[in-house]
């Protein structure tokens, strides 16, 4: 495929191989851009920004509209390239495909819904006879800098909310995994959106990524990402905006009132789908004395049945050519690695703990805090959990792998800053003004 910049579809000489991770085959090229084509797509991308600062709420949540119809009718064919270029299963492409499809439909309807406020200057002193009103304007350009793991969605959460604000935006896919992007910026294109107001660069991040993100013309940067990247990006960026929507080795809770079928199905679902590579995978196990046996007995053969036709049952973590066996962890104590750092694959760590101080205790203990779960009948506890851990995210009976997209879904901690889903994200991608009239 080609790049999307200068309001054209563009090609260079020099381009990088995109290859299914599962079988290593290549199955396309996309230019390398450089640091002149990040130039030469903001040149452009200040034109788009101010049409689509004209462009009223109803022009863009119009073509916002038919994007989504259109994705509805290359779903079949987005699944596809999804799976293809990120390597996970035919039914979690199309998964994600449709997920893609509903994040550009909600974002279409949060276009018509952005309001500013009345503040009432009356209740200050000297404020006698004024009347003051926010107004809530789009930052100008947004660059959306994605990870590869889910190469439609994550990139749809970025560039429907900007659309929807009236901002210019910039992509700036995973090298791995640029097809799924390029053709989102088809199907916009056909939708009706100003070729000036999108570009979609792809390139390494080392290289491209650095001159995007201290380019004084973008005001927005809305990264997903890990950690050490999203950390040198803030201090890279200078005074812009930024959401970082990074890593993390989300919690379960399981206590001895729990349903155990329950827990260890979603526990299975959690830490196992997309082969692990979800920032909300379920990573450590917090399992108190009373059921922590029957738990390993339960979770273990849900485990085997993840693994799929031909597989086996996995005692311990064998990488087998390009795939990693499904790994459960047992007695993992808070000081391993596992219980500190993010995992990002196919493993749980299983940890017994006396109670729920400890379990909570143990949740918090690490500088993460994007997703956790716990699994009791007690409503008491279930509500402390809730209160006490420091998470973005709280799941009472349920694994921490669930997502609404238009939730308002985002990190505490090194997990990141600021907030997802198209209501949120449009907040952020906006700027507020503040009008007073004096009478
Ligand atoms: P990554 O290595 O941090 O890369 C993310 C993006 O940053 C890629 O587009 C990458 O480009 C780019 N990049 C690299 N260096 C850069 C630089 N100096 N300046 C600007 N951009 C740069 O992450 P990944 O391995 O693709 O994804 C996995 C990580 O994402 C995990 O930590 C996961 O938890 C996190 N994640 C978080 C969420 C969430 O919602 N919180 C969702 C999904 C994933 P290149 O590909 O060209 O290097």
């Not at 699944?79 to 495909?97: C, D, H, M, P, V």
């Amino acid at each position: 495929m080609r790049m999307f910049l200068g309001g054209q579809w563009q090609d260079r000489s020099s381009r990088i191989d995109v290859t299914n991770p599962y079988d290593g085959a290549v199955i396309d090229t996309v230019p390398k851009a450089t640091a002149a084509d990040v130039d030469s797509a903001l040149a452009t991308l200040v034109e788009g920004a101010k049409i689509m600062r004209n462009m009223p709420a109803y022009d863009r949540s119009a073509i916002l509209r038919r994007a989504a119809g259109l994705m509805l009718a290359r779903e079949q064919d987005l699944g596809r390239t999804i799976s293809a270029e990120e390597g996970k299963i035919l039914a979690e492409g199309l998964f994600e495909a449709s997920r893609a499809r509903e994040t550009i439909d909600v974002s279409a309807d949060e276009a018509r819904r952005i309001t500013s406020e009345v503040v009432p200057l009356d209740a200050a002193p000297g404020g006698k006879g004024k009347f003051g009103f926010t107004l809530r304007v789009p930052c100008g350009i947004v660059a959306a800098i994605t990870p590869f793991n889910f190469p439609l969605n994550l990139v749809a959460h970025k560039v429907g909310p900007a659309i929807a604000a009236g901002n210019a935006v910039v992509i700036k896919p995973a090298s791995d995994t640029p097809l799924s992007a390029l053709k989102l910026v088809e199907i916009l294109l056909e939708a009706g959106l100003p070729p000036e107001a999108i570009a979609c660069v792809t390139g390494g991040g080392g290289e491209i990524g650095n001159v995007l993100c201290t380019d004084r013309r973008v005001r927005k940067i809305s990264f997903t990402g890990s950690y050490e990247i999203g950390d040198a990006i803030c201090r890279m960026a200078g005074v812009k905006r930024v959401t970082m929507e990074l890593g993390s080795n989300s919690p379960v809770i399981v206590l001895d009132d729990a349903d155990l079928e329950k827990a260890a199905n979603l526990v299975a679902v959690s830490g196992f789908s997309n082969a692990g590579q979800v920032c909300i995978s379920a990573q450590r196990i917090l399992v108190t004395t009373g059921v922590y046996g029957d738990f390993l007995d339960a979770l273990k053969p849900r485990v085997a049945s993840a693994v799929g036709a031909g597989a086996k049952l996995v005692t311990g973590g064998q990488r087998r050519g390009t795939i990693y066996e499904p790994t459960i962890l047992a007695d993992v104590s808070s000081a391993m690695r596992i219980s500190c750092d993010e995992l990002f694959g196919p493993a749980v760590a299983v940890t017994c703990v006396d109670g729920i101080d400890e379990a909570i205790r143990l949740a918090n203990s690490t500088n993460y805090g994007l997703s956790a779960s716990i699994f009791t009948r007690d409503i008491d506890r279930a509500l402390k959990f809730a209160r006490e851990v420091d998470s973005g995210n709280l799941h009472i009976n349920w694994g921490t792998q669930w997502r609404a997209d238009l939730m308002p879904y985002g990190g505490l901690k090194d997990s990141g800053l600021g907030k997802e889903g198209p209501h949120y994200a449009i907040r952020e991608m906006t700027e507020e003004k503040m009008v007073v009239i004096h009478g």
